[in-house]
């Protein structure tokens, strides 16, 4: 994995993390690299230097540090702590099924199956034709935490 520091053209800084450099290159390109504060898909590399202590050979091996000390577990702005929060809510409020979505929220809006709140995947062309007939869904701005590394 490659971690990148990004800005977007209304200069706003953010990082991302991708497979490789070709990676990169191709979800920028069809437009999928978005600026986490204003949504802009207008999204360069920024200049950044490697991160190298002076003597790490000379240094004692860092202790296990508590998940909440890391830098990139703590928001970096009031975007992302918003995210975080929206996250815990639907996990907590909600079933996730997975791949079984579209299927269940057919089931739920066509009366067959009790309405619950649920969360899952879906094709975009499911996902559309939901929408088209009525079925009162959303995307989720963030990935299942299941289908996370």
């Known amino acids: 994995m490659i971690r990148y520091a990004l800005r977007c053209d209304k200069r706003h800084d953010f990082d991302g993390w991708f497979r490789s450099s070709e990676g990169f290159e191709s ?6 690299v978005v600026c986490a504060q204003c949504g802009s898909t207008q999204v360069e590399k920024a200049l ?16 296990a540090a508590q998940p909440s000390s890391h830098p990139l577990s703590r928001p970096r702005s009031a975007a992302e ?8 809510h639907v ?3 909600s079933d996730y099924v997975g791949m079984n979505f579209v299927a269940e929220a057919r089931a739920m ?20 034709k939901l929408i088209e007939d009525g079925a009162p869904v959303a995307p989720l701005p963030f990935l299942p935490r299941q289908k996370s590394n």
């Open 48 to 63: 950044m230097a490697p991160a190298v202590p002076k003597e790490a050979a000379d240094q004692p091996a860092a202790p």
């Open 27 to 32: 979800l920028r390109r069809a437009g999928q």
């Open 109 to 128: 809006h066509e009366g067959a199956a009790p309405h619950r709140a649920i969360h899952g995947e879906a094709r975009p062309d499911e996902a559309r």
């Open 91 to 93: 996990e907590a409020n």
């Open 81 to 88: 702590a918003a995210l975080a929060s929206l996250r815990r």
